[in-house]
């Protein structure tokens, strides 16, 4: 393992234990997940126990420890989503896809994931892909958005 | 920028902002905010950009990016200053025209207004929108107004002022006063007096002293608290320094959700220029006070926001609540007394230091003041952020403000405070909305999400959907939250399911009563009320779903069947099409409408989508 960009986020909050969400964050949005033997090194470096790390790292929703495909969608499951059938296109992807949410697909395309309100309830069903944002889906609407990323067209 | 050290030269320089600024030249504004973003705001602001260029006037017209204006519904949205002329859903096409008819020419383009859908009378200013005009936006209304990256435009409004007067004319025991006089209450929720609470913190025993903003903003549903840090970020910090100061803290925090990058990222540029001003660090304003402040990112779990859970997770835990015996005013953040307030609450209190507790306590009923946010969502026309008085009816935030429901649809129930909410029948939509009336319903005032729900929502589903998302979130640390929203979740399943059974509703109120009654932290505590107040007002709903094993408003899938209305289909074919399953029989050389195969049907909903002709029905 490239110890490197683990150093450098463990430097850039001066090897504080305080700050540990925070270099979780970073190791994700570096790596796109957390790397096992990343994790065992921070925690010798900062010298807490591998349970903490471990604890933490599996306490909250933003952390995965295992790899998520090329292209992430993530689809809206808050309240004002929910009441106008977000529910519908999580079924569709999960049929279209082979995979459930939190999954990938076996030829690590697409991660599927749901969260619970992206701050846009004004325009839902929200659904974003690889960081954009589009409102008022569908399930027809989300063949068509998937549509490039499928031919490889779109990259992210 | 050098930085100030006295409330003159902070004057002075305010001064010179507003000198180089004249109030009579043109002004473009562009909300950026989520909902006019995901509509696409930033191709207009590039094409009027260019627009103003080709046309020559670039040196002539300020253009002006800000945070989100509220009518999210009607994005994207540009207002024309010092007319305050709104044009809504402007596309990047519309730019020149704006440009060469309304800035040349002062002439207003009638396509881009808004159209009153009752009376279908036109609408140019802004201000004139029944939609803005029944509200009272003392908090949120100035995001129409600045650029939340620049400090200059803060000022310029009168910002940071009311921190001057804090520091240089007020003694801190006497801000405590006037905040407890305000009768101001927390905005995250429980509604706790903030005056009261700062004043335990000011007076527990110890040296070091935290405050810390919630900006965790769990509500699924809710997005005031985003906007307000989007897209005035300065009006936050300024609150916490002037609470700081009153409380005797030196070390802040904010502590925001993860899913809000551009918040994040705002209110690290407004940090920095605070910082740079002299707003923060040491001797504040010449004042000897001293404050700084970090930002912290959450990690994505509903529970951090409660307090001694955010707490655990700034410390680098797992974010897991503790018993309260002794409250976190006393023993919070790494045990020191730590006074934690909503990002709302926080940005009320520039506004009451300015204005005096006496003026503010005009605004609102008895026991809630001021005014309050809400994110109304859901079935309704006009949805978007709205800042109404306290005591103002559900029924003026429904239909006065939010223009009805969708489609002409019946209205069903309205949805407060999130997960720890509840569901309010058409019967109650004259209660006026207030801290304490919300909570004899059945409901909570919450962070403020306002969910209107519509003749096709199922309340079952609905009581099923929050438990799922309290069962998910439940951080597992006391039995029976951990159970009591699991065991609750199954029984709802099971009646969604047709597999309810006689005596299923007392066991979910007997369930409820046990869960709220042993759990550690208010998410147990609060956890039953969607189901009980769905029960307590819409329990035939249940029954039929138990009894008849039906789903009225056509939402729990086991309980539904699509059919085509044959008299309706125009035998296009388009739901064959789309359909996943190949449940749909016919052809169209045939002639014959089309038919759905029961047993074939996976109620996926796309050929109901994909007609044109309403003529596939759910029974
Ligand atoms: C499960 C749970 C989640 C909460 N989430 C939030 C939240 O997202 N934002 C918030 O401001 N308060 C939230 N609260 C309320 C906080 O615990 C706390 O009461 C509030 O932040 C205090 O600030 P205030 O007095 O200004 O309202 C939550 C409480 C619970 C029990
Ligand atoms: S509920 Fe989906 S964006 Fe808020």
């Known amino acids: 393992m490239d110890v490197n960009p683990v150093e450098t986020i463990l430097k850039r909050y001066d090897y504080q234990d305080s700050w540990l969400v925070a270099m979780l964050q970073d190791l994700q949005t570096e790596m796109h997940y957390l790397p096992k033997e990343a994790l065992e090194y921070m925690a010798e470096k900062l010298g807490i126990s591998r349970t903490r790390i471990f604890r933490v790292a599996t306490f909250y929703a933003a952390f995965s420890l295992t790899p998520k495909g090329k292209h992430r969608i993530h689809v809206c499951l808050g309240t004002a989503c929910h009441v106008r059938g977000a529910g519908l296109i999580v079924n569709t992807l999960e049929r279209q896809l082979k995979i459930k949410p939190g999954g990938t697909t076996s030829d690590l395309q697409f991660s599927l994931d749901t969260v ?26 989300m063949e068509k958005l998937l549509k490039p990323y499928r031919k490889g067209k779109k990259e992210s | 920028m050098k930085r100030i050290n006295s409330v003159e030269d902070l004057e002075r320089e305010r001064e010179k902002i507003r000198a180089a600024r004249d109030p009579n030249k043109p002004c473009i ?87 009153h859908p009752l009376t279908e009378e036109k609408i140019v200013r802004e201000d004139d929108v029944p939609f803005y005009k029944l509200q009272k936006r003392i908090i949120f209304g100035n995001n129409g107004n600045i650029d939340p990256t620049s400090i200059e435009d803060y000022l310029a409004i009168g910002g940071y002022s009311a921190l001057a007067k804090a520091l240089t004319s007020m003694e801190p025991q006497q801000i405590v006063e006037e905040v407890k006089k305000s009768g101001l209450r927390g905005r995250g929720g429980g509604g706790f007096h903030t005056g009261t609470k700062w004043e335990s913190c000011r007076k527990a025993s110890g040296d070091t002293r935290y405050v810390i903003c919630n900006a965790d903003e769990g509500d699924p549903g809710a997005y005031m608290d985003r906007s307000l840090l989007e897209g005035n970020p300065h009006s936050v910090l300024e609150g916490m320094i002037i609470g700081a100061f009153a409380i005797g803290s030196n070390e802040g925090y904010v502590y925001v959700r993860n899913e809000y990058p551009l918040a994040v990222e705002n209110l690290r540029i407004a940090l920095d220029r605070a910082n740079d001003w002299g707003f923060f660090g040491k001797n504040i304003l010449g004042s000897g006070f001293d404050f700084n402040v970090k930002i912290n990112r959450g990690g994505g779990a509903f529970v951090c926001g409660e307090s001694t859970a955010l707490m655990a997770s700034l410390e680098g835990q797992p974010g897991e609540p503790r018993a309260k015996h002794i409250h976190t005013v006393e023993s919070g953040l790494y045990e020191k007394p730590t006074n934690l ?77 999130g997960p720890s909410g509840g569901c309010l029948p058409e019967s109650l939509l004259d209660l006026p909305v207030d801290f304490d009336r919300l909570t004899e319903a059945g409901s909570m005032m919450g962070s403020g999400g306002m969910i209107v729900m519509d003749e096709n929502n199922c309340m079952v589903d609905v009581a099923k959907y929050f438990m799922n998302f309290l069962k998910e979130e439940s951080c597992g640390k006391c039995a029976s939250c951990r159970e009591g929203t699991k065991r609750m979740y199954e029984v709802l399943h099971r009646i969604t399911e047709g597999n309810g059974r006689e005596g299923d509703i007392a066991l979910l109120e007997d369930l409820s009563f046990v869960t709220a009654e042993a759990s550690l932290c208010a998410l147990g505590g609060t956890a039953p009320n969607p189901v009980l107040s769905t029960i307590r007002y819409f329990r035939e709903e249940y029954e039929v779903h138990i009894k008849n094993k039906k789903c009225p408003a056509g939402v729990c899938k086991e309980l539904i069947t699509y059919r085509i209305i044959p008299n309706q289909c125009t035998i296009c074919g388009r739901c064959q099409k789309v359909c996943p399953s190949q449940a749909i029989r016919g052809k169209i050389k045939m002639k014959k409408p089309f038919e759905i195969l029961p047993e074939k049907c996976i109620r996926c909903g796309m050929c109901s989508e994909a007609c044109k002709f309403d003529a596939i029905e759910i029974v």
């Open chain 1, 116 to 141: 619970n309100c992206l701050g846009a309830c004004a325009s839902g069903p929200i659904v974003v892909v690889d960081g954009e944002y589009s409102g008022e889906m569908s399930s027809l609407k």
């Open chain 2, 341 to 417: 307030n909503n990002v709302e609450t926080w940005a009320n209190v520039p506004y009451i230091v300015n204005l005096g507790a006496e003026q503010y306590r005009q605004i609102g009923t008895d026991g809630s003041k001021g005014t309050k946010i809400f994110s109304l969502v859901g079935k309704v026309n006009n949805t978007g952020l709205v800042e109404v008085p306290m005591g103002i009816t559900l029924r003026e935030i429904v239909y006065d403000i939010g223009g009805g429901i969708i489609g002409g649809k019946r209205f069903k129930a309205i949805q407060t405070g």
């Open chain 2, 29 to 115: 504004t562009i909300c950026t905010g989520t909902g006019c973003h995901a509509a696409g705001c930033y191709p207009v602001a590039g094409a009027l950009r260019e627009a103003l260029r080709t046309g020559g006037i670039e040196g002539e017209v300020d253009l002006r990016i800000t945070g989100c204006h509220g009518f999210c519904e009607r994005g994207p949205l540009v207002v024309i200053n010092p007319q305050r002329i709104l044009y809504q859903r402007v596309k990047p096409d519309d730019a020149p025209d704006i440009v060469s008819e309304t800035l040349k020419k002062g002439k207003i383009i009638e396509r881009l207004l808004y159209v």
